[in-house]
């Protein structure tokens, strides 16, 4: 079955830099990939969503790329803020037709 | 527009007892899906739904229950609770109308339920 992997529980960087997050799946190549911000005691809330046809797909201070070769996606949030401290979740279709199933997520902490 | 409201927020069961965890939706939306979380192990799937009357088993189906008579609703049945259920149960609806990966899925705020 499908299986995604987030590269660390938790990524610590200083305010300015670029903050970059992994999110790799195993076997079903999905069309869409997408990646999601959870904040402690709330539900997920969607960021980006990106097509395989796509190679890159940006929305303000965030990137997402999408790389069906390695299966892999990478998640940027540059010049990163206190308030970008958060969950990072990636998800896609376990297979076609099927619910979205996510990673374990990314903690990130962005200190001042 | 309220989105997806879930009910309740917090509940405490003992062990052996039943309940339902309501989820509602006012997005119109067919898909709707059901989520536990713990801790290290990540938002697992536990039920879901393309539409009223269709429902699936995700991974983690065991020991719960769900129907679907309305676009509206998608109830989650807990038929005899046990520890292993205590967790922070969310629920989700998408716009999707050719699979779920199209569009974005919105979330509750959740519902914690203990189980002692």
């Known amino acids: 079955s499908q299986k995604i992997e987030q590269n660390s529980e938790a990524l610590n960087i200083q305010e300015g830099k670029t903050a970059t997050l992994t999110c790799n799946y195993t076997?079903?190549?999905?069309?869409?990939l997408q990646w999601y911000r959870q904040d402690p005691g709330r539900g997920p809330v969607f960021l980006l969503l990106?097509?395989?046809?796509?190679k890159e797909k940006r929305k303000e201070r965030l990137k997402v790329t999408f790389d069906t070769t390695l299966k892999q996606s990478l998640f940027h949030i540059t010049a990163s803020q206190p308030a970008d401290s958060a969950t990072y979740l990636c998800?896609?279709?376990?297979?076609?037709?099927?619910?979205?199933?996510f990673g374990k997520g990314t903690t990130l902490s962005v200190s001042s | 527009n309220a989105g997806v409201t879930q009910t309740p927020k917090f509940q405490v069961l003992k062990t052996g007892q039943s309940m339902t965890l309501q989820c509602a939706q006012d997005?119109?939306?067919?898909?709707m899906s059901w989520y536990r979380q713990d801790p290290g192990m990540g938002l697992r799937l536990i039920h879901y739904?393309?539409?009223?009357?269709?429902?699936d088993q995700g991974e983690v189906p065991n020991g719960y229950n769900v129907s679907r008579s309305t676009t509206e609703d998608f109830p989650l049945r807990l038929l005899s609770a046990a520890p292993s259920q205590t967790s922070v149960y969310f629920c989700?609806?998408?716009?999707?109308?050719?699979?779920?990966?199209?569009?974005?899925?919105?979330f509750g705020q959740g519902t914690r339920l203990t189980v002692v």
């Open positions: 997005m119109n939306h067919e898909y």
């Open positions: 076997n079903y190549s999905p069309a869409y």
């Open positions: 989700a609806s998408s716009y999707s109308q050719h699979g779920w990966g199209e569009t974005e899925a919105f």
């Open positions: 990106i097509r395989e046809n796509e």
């Open positions: 998800a896609l279709e376990e297979q076609a037709g099927t619910a979205l199933i």
């Open positions: 739904s393309v539409g009223a009357g269709i429902t």
